[in-house]
């Protein structure tokens, strides 16, 4: 689109853009050979990020579409319909209707009335999700207030952000962040950088926020977010450790940090923070399932087993196929080649779409000697994860043991575009390169 105010640079310079992350950023940047990365190239993260599990509207009418999210509701408590006055009838519930219909409020008489227009906007954007009404009745009111209520400018901003129009919620925030700092402001703010894919301005947004707001635990979590979602893994970690000056207690933190311990080749520290999620009271399957892991890298094999029983016990359709394939590579590591068979089947039971199953299970389909079995299970994985650089190159082994050198060569281009440091698929690389040269 010509003249779009919400386009971004293609090619984002290193260390600055969350689609290439630890391309030049400050501290440890993390490897894929380490520690997975997740679909969308950003290293997997120990918690579950708010606002990652919904995409951005296609279309407008996906994102100003009012879903009814409550079909009954308590009537008013009224003698009669006689003594409801006429003014006030597009308030009325009805005993199987809603609690308020949005067509017929007369926005711009409520948004002149302070005890009543907030409580509206609230129940419009959180309870009906009509952001076409709330983004009318916010900017009446603010036209209302003559543009001097911050917190209407933070409402229009909000509006602006679920439609998806970026540059005018930056600009609403920016307003009410200058007419009164807030911590909702500088987060929504920071929201708006990230979704522009400007992490650097995200950052220096956190860091005057903690300034203006020293010891705020929300600002400190999603400055260490944006430091891990570039890979630098270091000042993640430190942020993350400076929330525990303030709040002890932060599930995110202390996941993060086991996480990160985890995949730092340190299972035992791990081990701690996980088990101190479990004493605080949390107790779900991924839990478990990262107890398991921690238990087997640290040869605690009885304790390993039962987590994952605990695990299967807990889970459900979602997270099934995540703990069955962990229960794979414990058979793996323990050499039992049917148990890790029989649980990559599993886990593809759960999950059709789950590629790193697809790519494990192809694999030991070549040690039986399977080849067309293993090479359409890795075109599978390809398939359903263009990033998953070990079935790339698995299939270029392949390839090139049967004699294709064309499509291995294609191949293992494709995984060291997608990891480049893969040093077994330059080793490849280069002696496909001195076969075709003797050709």
């Known amino acids: 689109m010509l003249m779009d105010d919400n386009s971004i640079a293609q090619v984002a310079r290193p260390g600055t853009s969350f689609k290439k992350p630890g391309t030049g950023g400050q501290g440890t940047s993390t490897s894929q050979g380490v520690r997975p990365m997740s679909q969308s190239g950003r ?3 120990g918690f579950v990020r708010p606002s990652t599990q919904s995409a951005r509207p296609g279309t407008m009418e996906q994102a100003i579409k009012t879903p009814r999210t409550a079909h009954t509701a308590r009537p008013v408590t009224s003698a009669s319909g006689r003594f409801v006055r006429l003014g006030t009838a597009s308030m009325l519930s009805e005993p199987d209707g809603p609690f308020i219909n949005p067509a017929q409020l007369n926005l711009a008489k409520y948004a002149d009335r302070p005890g009543l227009n907030k409580v509206l906007f609230d129940y419009l954007f959180y309870h009906e999700n009509d952001i076409k009404n709330s983004l009318e009745l916010a900017a009446l009111a603010t036209q209302s207030s003559k543009y001097e209520d911050w917190w209407w400018k933070q409402q229009l901003g909000k509006c602006y952000y679920r439609l998806g129009l970026y540059r005018d919620a930056e600009k609403q925030f920016q307003s009410a962040l200058k ?3 807030t911590v909702d402001n500088y987060l929504y703010l920071a929201k708006v950088f990230v979704k522009l894919d400007q992490p650097l301005a995200a950052l220096d947004l956190f860091e005057k926020g903690m300034e203006s707001f020293p010891g705020e635990v929300s600002l400190i979590i999603g400055s260490a977010r944006v430091h891990e979602g570039l890979g630098d893994l270091d000042n993640s970690v430190k942020f993350y450790k400076k929330v525990f000056q303030y709040d002890a207690s932060c599930v ?6 086991g996480t990160h311990n985890f995949y730092s080749d340190m299972p035992e520290i791990a081990l701690r923070s996980f088990r101190r999620l479990l004493q605080m009271g949390v107790c779900n399957t991924e839990l478990y399932n990262n107890i398991g892991l921690c238990c087997f890298y640290a040869q605690q094999y009885d304790m390993s087993l039962t987590c994952f029983e605990r695990a299967i016990s807990l889970a459900n359709k979602d997270n099934a196929a995540d703990v069955w394939y962990n229960i794979a590579h414990i058979a793996v590591g323990i050499g039992d080649s049917n148990l890790a068979y029989q649980a990559f089947q599993m ?22 000697g399977k080849v067309e079995q293993a090479r359409a299970y890795f075109m599978s994985a390809i398939a359903i994860n263009q990033e998953l650089y070990e079935a790339h190159y698995n299939l270029a082994i392949l390839s090139e043991g049967q004699g294709d050198l064309n499509t291995s060569y294609k191949e293992i281009r494709k995984s060291l575009e997608a990891f480049a440091e893969h040093v077994d698929s330059k080793n490849l690389l280069t002696q496909l390169r001195q076969y075709f040269t003797l050709l």
């Open 43 to 45: 290293p997997v993260s």
């Open 179 to 181: 007419q009164q700092p």
């Open 252 to 257: 995110e933190a202390i996941a993060c940090i």
């Open 347 to 368: 886990a593809l039971i759960s999950d059709n779409n789950h590629a790193e199953a697809y790519n494990n299970l192809a694999v030991l389909e070549m040690r039986k």
